[in-house]
Structure formats: C-alpha cells, structure tokens
C-alpha cells in the first residue's frame, strides 16, 4: 500500500496583523464617516446627488477594506485598494495646496472662509486635515499588506 502524502495545513490565525492595525482601521473608518456624511449632506442640499456618492462610495470601500483586514483576506486586494486610496486622497488636496501656496492665499481662503455657510468650511478643514491623515493611513496599511503578503508566502512555502 502507498502511503499518504503529508498533508499541508495553512498557517493559523492571521500572520503579520496585530490587534493594534485592527483597531487603527476601524478608527480610520470613523474618522472618515463624519466628513463623509457631511460632504454627501452638503451635496443633497446643494441637489448634486451624484457628487454626495462620492464620499460615501469611499466610505463603503474603506469598510469593506477594514473587515476584509480584520478577516485576514485579500491583503493584495488590500494593499491596491490603499495605493488607490493615495491617489484619492492627494486629488483633492492638490488644489488646496496650490491655492496655499499662492501669494493671496491667507486673504482668499478667509474671505471664502468667512463669507460662506457653515458647512463649506467644515468641508475645506477636512481636506487640509483629513485627506493628510489618510495619506499616511494609506501608506501604513499597503506597507503592513505588502508585509502581510510575503509573511503568507514564507508561512505557505514552509
């Protein structure tokens, strides 16, 4: 009789993740679904809906970035999806930066500041503050994705 090939398990648990990384995405979430719901509040009462899908549609897909992370699943589809989250992050930003950077910036930014509803400044603030902070989350989480990824394969290999 032949014998039974050795059978391969898959590693235990989820290699590479910490229960701190958990918890820093799900506070990035909610750090981002204040903002969020009130730029998509903003845009229904300015009646440009499809511009109020854009918050929450990145809202959604960083929720769904945060349980596939806390499930242990797809850290390449992970570490894409905070590359993109980069590149969404910076978009708005850019103009911001470039109008901060121009001589007249202080005088215009107050003047729009001071001269607009409440809820337009909330929005600039979330651009100047938030956008930076998940810059940095971005690249923490495609970093630890990446690290996930050759953890899994060095767990597989082995």
């Known amino acids: 009789m032949a014998e039974n090939p050795p059978r391969i398990t898959p590693p235990q648990g989820n290699p590479g993740r910490t229960s701190l990384d958990e918890g820093l995405y799900v506070f990035r979430v909610v750090l981002l679904a ?12 300015l009646a440009v ?5 854009i918050p929450l549609a990145y809202l ?11 499930k242990g699943r797809s850290p ?22 470039a109008l901060l950077l121009s001589p007249s910036a202080t005088q215009v930014v107050l003047n729009y500041l001071w001269s607009s509803p409440l809820l337009v400044p909330l929005t600039v ?34």
């Open 34 to 45: 204040g903002p969020a719901l009130i730029m998509a509040w903003q845009a229904i009462r």
């Open 49 to 53: 809906p499809i511009i109020a899908a």
């Open 60 to 70: 959604v897909g960083q929720s769904w970035c945060a349980w596939a992370y806390h």
């Open 76 to 97: 390449k589809i992970i570490m894409v999806a905070n590359y993109f989250s980069i590149l969404a992050a910076l978009v708005p930003m850019a103009p911001v930066g």
């Open 125 to 158: 603030m979330w651009i100047l503050i938030e956008l930076p902070i998940e810059t940095v989350f971005s690249l923490f989480y495609a970093r630890r994705s990446g690290r996930r990824l050759s953890i899994m394969a060095e767990a597989s290999a082995a």
